[in-house]
């Protein structure tokens, strides 16, 4: 069975772009969460989605947004970058319906905004 | 409001020695999920156990320990015979009772760095 698979591995990017990290869920899973993991603040929830839809948000701003396709996959788009934005932005799946299942994680993608 | 503390960001052992990773968390949530997961260099996190806030049964599996005690909102981890390949950082983690990891997500301690030295 194929874990969760993130894409890319490494993006580089300058102040004020837009980053677009993607995220393949394990098969049957959807659910899909993202972390971001940045030095000294430690995991941090960034946004869960399932069926489609944005079920909640973490104390994040507006610029950091995402989609789930039908496949449930899923997309999360960081605008308008700041130096801050530099983390390893983890993606995790999980079976809604099956309380508390732990959550899988893929490698991360590792952003850097210069 | 929900938090998790591991008081020890880095913790530094000989091969073969056991240590203990320490958990101490906050919720008002009467039923909740405790969790340990492992981040080894390549980024990944490995799910390594997940506990009932009414389960306050300790849990062996191979060289793994866990000890929770609710009377002091600990969820311990001892690693008995380390080895260099259990180099990692770990995370304990709470959730709410709620599926699929809470809606509120989960809320993970900051880690602690566990280097075993050969």
């Known amino acids: 069975e194929a874990g969760v698979t993130q894409s890319p591995t490494h993006l580089i990017k300058t102040r004020g772009q837009q980053a677009t990290l993607r995220c393949s869920p394990i098969s049957g899973h959807t659910s899909v969460y993202w972390y971001q993991q940045a030095l000294g603040l430690g995991l941090q929830f960034l946004l869960w989605?399932?069926?489609?839809?944005?079920?909640n948000r973490g104390n994040f701003p507006p610029r950091f947004s995402g989609r789930q396709f039908p496949n449930y996959s899923s997309e999360l788009n960081v605008n308008a970058l700041e130096l801050e934005d530099s983390a390893l932005y983890l993606c995790?799946?999980?079976?809604?319906?099956?309380?508390?299942?732990?959550?899988?994680f893929g490698n991360g993608t590792r952003l850097t905004v210069t | 409001a929900q938090k998790v503390t591991q008081a020890q960001t880095e913790i530094s052992v000989v091969e073969k020695e056991d240590v203990t990773l320490d958990c101490v968390y906050e919720?008002?949530?009467?039923?909740?999920?405790l969790f340990w997961y492992k981040q080894p260099p390549s980024g990944e996190l490995v799910f390594l156990i997940r506990r009932n806030s009414f389960d306050e049964q300790n849990e062996i599996s191979g060289r793994y320990s866990w000890n929770f005690q609710k009377s002091t909102s600990s969820f311990n981890f001892t690693i008995t015979a380390s080895q260099v390949v259990d180099s990692a950082v770990y995370f304990c983690?709470?959730?709410?009772?709620?599926?699929?990891?809470?809606?509120?997500?989960?809320?993970f301690g900051k880690g602690t760095h566990l280097i075993i030295q050969p």
């Open positions: 919720t008002r949530d009467t039923t909740y999920y």
């Open positions: 989605y399932d069926e489609g839809e944005e079920r």
């Open positions: 995790a799946s999980s079976s809604w319906g099956h309380t508390n299942s732990p959550l899988h």
């Open positions: 983690a709470l959730s709410p009772p709620h599926s699929g990891g809470g809606a509120d997500g989960l809320t």
